[in-house]
């Protein structure tokens, strides 16, 4: 059996289920978060888009990661942070592994099917497309506002 974006399954911060499934048909932003990082401003950018184009299909998801030593002491303090500082309203997930024999299946499919190999650093995007493909990975430093107009593209194909 193939593996798709959609067999996949998280478990969101309250701790109930989420099956990737629900997104199909979808634009999905998945992005590997870390609140103590340098780049934790961009929070703020990719809440701005998910409010700006949610109605349209955009999904973020954020799946917190501490592979790097950057994220709060427990989920419970990494979804405080989040609302508090950077108003976040996108579905974000327990703490997962992007790297190495514990990673989160979710990120060795998306290294694999991207082809781009380990995640190097927090805040690597992946977007995926309507029909559950992956159409980009953005590197950490990527702002989220310089890909806006891929996800304009991404949301307009049907």
Known sequence: MT?????FTETEMSGETLALSQYRGKVLLIVNTASNCGLAPQFKGLETLYRRYQGEGLVILGLPSNQFHQEKADDTETHDYCQRHYGVTFPMTKRVMVNGDEADPLFTYLKRTAGHGRIKWNFT????????????RFAPTTRPIAFETAIQDALADR
């Open 3 to 7: 593996t798709e974006i959609y067999d």
């Open 125 to 136: 995007k992946f977007l995926i497309g309507r029909d559950g493909r992956v159409l980009n």
